[in-house]
């Protein structure tokens, strides 16, 4: 029986792709200043720091560098780096009705979120979108220098919970991360499948939207 649910937050309870448009179109208002930021050109751009990107999957400088060779500008790399990690948290957009689809499913299970990053930037993403106070334990792998698919930090939040593996289900939006991880690690894996550029024949369970997660678990 699933005494637990447990979140991914990047892509899952946040809206990842709508947070990183907005921080690198700001990144963007500062490189190309002479470029009307409602424009086509302008939204070219930051459609291309997305592509880039990879669903925040590799590192920063990568973007920014690609900035440099693509747009012959001169971005300082290493600040915007910086920028990066300090100013991404205040540019979160959660999923539809995510608090109150949270708050309803934490009368019913105990919530917790293991995610990977930094631990300033998750901690603060947390802090500022007003949701750590729905969970009873945060696992960020910068912390504990374990990334998921690693069962490990899986485990350490059952543990950390007292509770069996498979009492938990994790909710996440990354197949390579989320969705393999908890299944090493014996928990109940849902994919927020969310893209509908992903093909899978996987047998896991999907949900498309966030507010299906109320079905599921059999919340009203």
């Not at 990047?10 to 921080?23: H, I, P, V």
């Not at 925040?56 to 915007?80: A, F, P, Q």
């Not at 939006?173 to 969705?179: F, K, L, S």
């Not at 550029?197 to 047998?203: I, K, N, P, T, Y």
Request: glycine share 6%; hydrophobic share 35%; with cysteine.
């Amino acid at each position: 029986m699933i005494k637990a649910i447990l979140f991914d937050y990047d892509g899952t309870l946040s809206n990842r792709m709508q947070s990183a448009y907005n921080k690198y179109k700001a990144d963007c208002k500062e490189i190309f200043p002479e470029l009307d930021p409602n424009g086509v050109e302008f939204d070219a751009i930051v459609q291309r720091c997305l592509n880039w990107d990879e669903f925040g999957t590799i590192t920063k400088s990568h973007v920014y560098e690609n900035l440099n060779r693509v747009y012959k500008v001169n971005v300082d790399v290493g600040k915007y780096m910086d920028k990066w990690v300090k100013e991404f948290p205040l540019y979160q957009v959660l999923q539809k009705d995510c608090k109150e689809i949270v708050e309803k499913l934490g009368k019913k299970y105990r919530l917790g979120v293991i995610t990977n990053g930094s631990s300033y930037s998750q901690h603060a993403k947390l802090e500022n979108t007003g949701l750590k106070k729905y969970f009873e334990c945060v696992f960020v792998s910068g912390d504990y220098g374990i990334h998921k698919p690693n069962k490990e930090i899986f485990l350490m939040a059952a543990k950390e919970m007292n509770l069996k593996p498979e009492e938990i289900a994790f909710i996440g939006d990354t197949y390579a991360t989320d969705i393999l991880g908890a299944h090493r690690a014996g928990m109940y894996p849902v994919w927020f499948f969310n893209d509908p550029l992903r093909v899978s024949d996987a047998d896991i369970k999907r949900i498309h939207h966030f507010d299906e997660l109320l079905e599921i678990f059999d919340v009203e």
